[in-house]
């Protein structure tokens, strides 16, 4: 059995006679002995392997590239070399599978825009060896997080009728013949689909996941999320996944309280349980990092609400290249500016214009804003958006009658405020935000495996 790299190195002296299996990093060899570095992915750090020329492959060893595939046995010792505490005297060296020179990662250093050329081979680097062992257990923390607040984990479907936040940003699902579908009065009849209605992939698990708060006081969804939204920025992709809590029996400010909690639950796990990875980002993403991060999870967030926001907004005298007037959204250049300097950490934007807001929203007495909640942080913007909802009944369908939205294949939706509705909220965590919060890394398609974005889908 192979023992992890991280494993060795925290048991040290311990565990002297080894044996592990990764990738070579770098290698420098001369007539007498030759260094291999070698990283299985477990830690940010590798181990320095020496071999010496006593080793009957050692002419083999010495020819190998990076990128190689090894099978190393030997002993643990202290290395006599700075920049590492240890080091391992090689007893044996199997070579698994061999690279040759034309593999894609020989210099130490690439730009982020190549390595997303080579997805498949780029969590063998250093960064992204970090930001995917951090997603991974932030992934984890999240559950445990909900777990330990007792919420209950709901999976809510992908495929479904229902357009959530109706954008019209959704994915068609679809098994009609492209090329000729059969036609209705001029239009795709999708009655002879195979769910037999119009189908997409899902933008969010809200609705589904309101119906099950109604029956289980406090839940969350974490899954995948698709919108087809033309939109190219460092914050979007068309796939991405989201956690979205729901409470039963709560209003606005306890939405924001579960937030705030949430949120600095996650920055102190990462910076506690994913110090490597942090003190690597820290030391080559982001100097600070791990001092922003530590404010956060000690820090109250800052409450505004939207109104007293587009005020300051216009006050501050900032040039913005999108108009700042009360009634329209947010763009990132002024909820960076808000979050960044108006207020220098994390804050809630409270009650926004109904008009701005999906159908959901919980319509506030001034018969102007909604019940809504952005939480804006700095150097990404919004990172979560939430509501409380509109449980009366009549309200929410005056509301949908307003917009233009059709009550029938929502009926179900409706249902829920017929019997025993009652005040309920929940929001969402862009998962892909958090990351490249917590890690620093400023493009969305640099915190995910393999990127889906407008005429991306390759890997
Ligand atoms: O603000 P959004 O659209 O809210 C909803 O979907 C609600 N149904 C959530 C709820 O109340 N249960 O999206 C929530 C979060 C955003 O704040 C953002 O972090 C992330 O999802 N997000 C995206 N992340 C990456 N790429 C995109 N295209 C995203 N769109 C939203
Ligand atoms: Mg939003």
Same mark, same amino acid.
């Given at each position: 059995?192979?023992?992890?790299?991280?494993?060795?190195?925290?048991?040290? @002296?311990?565990?002297?006679?080894?044996?592990?299996?990764?990738?070579?990093?770098?290698?420098? &060899?001369?007539?007498? /002995?030759?260094? #291999?570095?070698?990283?299985?992915?477990?830690?940010?750090?590798?181990?320095?392997?020496?071999?010496?020329?006593?080793?009957?492959?050692?002419?083999?060893?010495?020819?190998?590239?990076?990128?190689?595939?090894?099978?190393? @046995?030997?002993?643990?010792v202290e290395s006599p070399a700075s920049g590492q505490?240890?080091?391992? &005297?090689?007893?044996? /060296?199997?070579? #698994?599978?061999?690279?040759?020179?034309?593999?894609?990662?020989?210099?130490?250093r690439h730009s982020f825009e190549y390595l997303r050329t080579i997805a498949h081979l780029r969590p063998r680097t250093n960064t992204f060896g970090a930001v995917f062992r951090l997603r991974s257990r932030l992934a984890q923390a999240i559950h445990r997080f909900f777990s330990e607040e007792s919420f209950l984990y709901v999976h809510t479907p992908i495929i479904t009728a229902s357009d959530c936040e109706g954008a019209g940003e959704l994915f068609r699902v679809s098994t009609l013949d492209a090329a000729e579908?059969?036609?209705?009065?001029?239009?795709?009849?999708?009655?002879q689909d195979f769910f037999g209605q119009k189908t997409g992939l899902t933008v969010s698990g809200q609705l589904e996941g309101e119906l099950f708060a109604l029956a289980f006081g406090d839940i969350y969804t974490f899954g995948p999320t698709f919108r087809a939204e033309n939109s190219n920025t460092a914050r979007h992709a068309s796939e991405f996944w989201m956690i979205e809590p729901e409470m039963a029996f709560a209003n606005l400010a306890d939405d924001a309280d579960l937030a705030e909690k949430f949120v600095r639950y996650l920055c102190r796990f990462a910076l506690d349980e994913c110090a490597d990875d942090?003190?690597?980002?820290?030391?080559?993403?982001?100097?600070?990092?791990?001092?922003?991060?530590?404010?956060?999870?000690?820090?109250?967030?800052?409450?505004?609400?939207?109104?007293?926001?587009?005020?300051?907004?216009?006050?501050?005298?900032?040039?913005?290249?999108?108009?700042?007037?009360?009634?329209?959204?947010?763009?990132?250049?002024?909820?960076?500016?808000?979050?960044?300097?108006?207020?220098?950490?994390?804050?809630?934007?409270l009650n926004y214009p109904k008009d701005i807001k999906a159908f959901y929203m919980r319509q506030n007495d001034d018969g102007r804003t909604v019940a809504a909640m952005d939480l804006l942080v700095p150097k990404i913007g919004e990172i979560i958006g939430g509501s409380q909802r509109e449980e009366r009944l009549d309200r929410l369908e005056s509301r949908m009658v307003e917009l233009g939205i059709t009550q029938e294949p929502l009926w179900w939706y409706l249902d829920s405020r017929r019997w025993g509705s009652c005040p309920h909220a929940g929001f969402g965590l862009g998962f892909e935000r958090l990351v490249m919060y917590l890690s620093g890394m400023e493009n969305i398609r640099d915190v995910i495996p393999f990127p889906r974005t407008p005429r991306h889908c390759e890997f």
């Open positions: 059995m192979r023992t992890r790299i991280k494993e060795i190195l925290e048991r040290g @002296a311990k565990s002297a006679p080894c044996s592990f299996s990764g990738w070579v990093r770098s290698v420098r &060899a001369s007539k007498e /002995i030759c260094f #291999i570095v070698l990283n299985d992915g477990s830690t940010i750090d590798g181990i320095q392997v020496v071999a010496e020329s006593g080793l009957p492959n050692f002419t083999d060893i010495c020819r190998i590239g990076t990128g190689t595939a090894l099978t190393v @046995a030997g002993t643990l505490k240890w080091e391992l &005297a090689a007893g044996s /060296i199997e070579i #698994i599978g061999g690279a040759d020179a034309a593999f894609p990662l020989q210099k130490k579908p059969p036609m209705l009065e001029g239009q795709p009849d999708f009655s942090m003190a690597f980002f820290d030391k080559h993403i982001e100097n600070g990092l791990i001092e922003r991060i530590g404010k956060v999870a000690d820090a109250d967030f800052a409450r505004m609400e939207y109104t007293e926001a587009i005020d300051r907004l216009q006050k501050s005298g900032a040039a913005f290249a999108y108009p700042v007037e009360w009634g329209l959204d947010l763009q990132t250049e002024h909820e960076r500016y808000i979050t960044e300097q108006i207020v220098g950490g994390p804050v809630f934007i």
